[in-house]
């Protein structure tokens, strides 16, 4: 079993930043992909952004690519979110997810591409 810890969200004014931290603990070795999605009130939880662990590959979705990076520390089995740039409609609870096999880039975008997720962190960006 993995266990996911998030941390690192709260409230900010558009155009500030938030750093997401996501914790992995557990079956760790086992690690293929990590990333990162979000769910706004009455809509369905989206992909943000997400990163190999071996290699570093990275993949964003269209609207926060140039705004957010995705990082990991490999010996912290930490993922991180650096958001920037943020705006009210970033705002949304973020999730931070796992995967343990090889999977297609397509796969890595969508939530069948992981098998834990982490409870959540509230983002709120205000205008």
């Known amino acids: 079993q993995v266990q996911l810890v998030e941390s690192g969200g709260g409230l900010v004014q558009a155009g500030g930043s938030l750093r997401l931290s996501c914790a992995a603990s557990g079956r760790t070795f086992s690690i293929y992909n990590m990333g990162w999605f979000r769910q706004a009130p009455g809509k369905e939880r989206e992909f943000v952004a997400a990163?190999?662990?071996?290699?570093?590959?990275?993949y964003y979705t269209s609207s926060v690519r140039g705004r957010f990076t995705i990082s990991r520390d490999n010996a912290k089995n930490t993922v991180y979110l650096q958001m920037n740039s943020l705006k009210p409609e970033d705002t949304a609870v973020y999730y931070c997810a796992l995967g343990m096999r090889l999977r297609a880039s397509s796969t890595i975008r969508s939530t069948g591409g992981y098998e834990y997720w982490g409870q959540g962190t509230q983002v709120t960006v205000s205008s």
């Open positions: 990163i190999t662990w071996s290699l570093g590959n990275t």
